[in-house]
Antibody
């Protein structure tokens, strides 16, 4: 079964750090670009960033709202992508989804989504 | 990067057709044919419905179609069914090599 499973969410104080993981199965992870998308409670989807494949030099890109505070990485040997979040703010509270670009050399369109992991930033 | 603009809500009766618009700029929607649409039911992960403006994944019903004109993309759902009631989001690749989503549209099937 093709799937993505996120973990690592939880309660963290403002200014703290958290590292989310996304484990993939059922497809060739190393060929795929992985994106992170978040959704605040009752709010819309917000693109957070992505990491591309080795063929694309593991290039990363981030939304302005998290740039400089977040780092996306991957370990192809573990079929896992990561989202390291630092200097967390209350507005970072959201469900964080890991999602796959639909084809290795596509530009946009994410076809496989995890179930999400919840991050709560609060004192 | 500002969110793409979608109507907050649309509604239609079973069997009817509805269209959801998604307005961006010349740096995102208008720049490329890389607009996708997602359906999200409450408490569930989003589901890809349309990619590259007008292409459907094989498992998606042909009742769903997409188009684009200038800086505005559109999703049309024909033959509305009760199960189509959900939130719909557009998304676009941008000239900054980032991504952007619309604010979402709540579809109500009357």
């Amino acid at each position: 079964e093709v799937q993505l499973v996120e973990s690592g969410g939880g309660l963290v104080q403002p200014g703290g750090s958290l590292k989310l993981s996304c484990v993939a199965s059922g497809f060739t992870f190393s060929d795929s670009a992985l994106h992170w998308v978040r959704q605040g409670s009752g709010k819309g989807l917000e693109w957070v960033g992505h990491v591309r494949s080795k063929a694309n030099n593991y290039a990363t890109s981030y939304a302005a709202s998290v740039r400089g505070r977040c780092t996306i990485s991957r370990d192809d040997s573990k079929n896992t992508a990561y989202l390291q979040m630092n200097s967390l703010k209350t507005e970072d509270t959201a469900v964080y989804y890991c999602t796959r670009l639909r084809r290795p050399f596509a530009t946009w369109g994410m076809d496989i989504w995890g179930q999400g992991t919840t991050v709560t930033v609060s004192s | 990067q500002s969110a793409l603009t979608q109507p907050a809500s649309v509604s239609g009766s079973p069997g009817q057709s509805i269209t959801i618009s998604c307005t961006g700029t010349s740096s995102d929607v208008g720049a490329y044919n890389y607009v996708s649409w997602y359906q999200q039911h409450p408490g569930k992960a989003p589901k890809l419905m349309i990619y590259d403006v007008s292409n459907r994944p094989s498992e998606i019903s042909n009742r769903f179609s997409g188009s684009k004109s200038g800086n505005t993309a559109s999703l049309t759902i024909s033959g509305l069914q009760a199960e189509d009631e959900a939130d719909y989001y557009c998304s676009s690749y941008t000239s900054s090599t980032t991504g952007v989503f619309g604010g979402g549209t709540r579809l109500t099937v009357l």
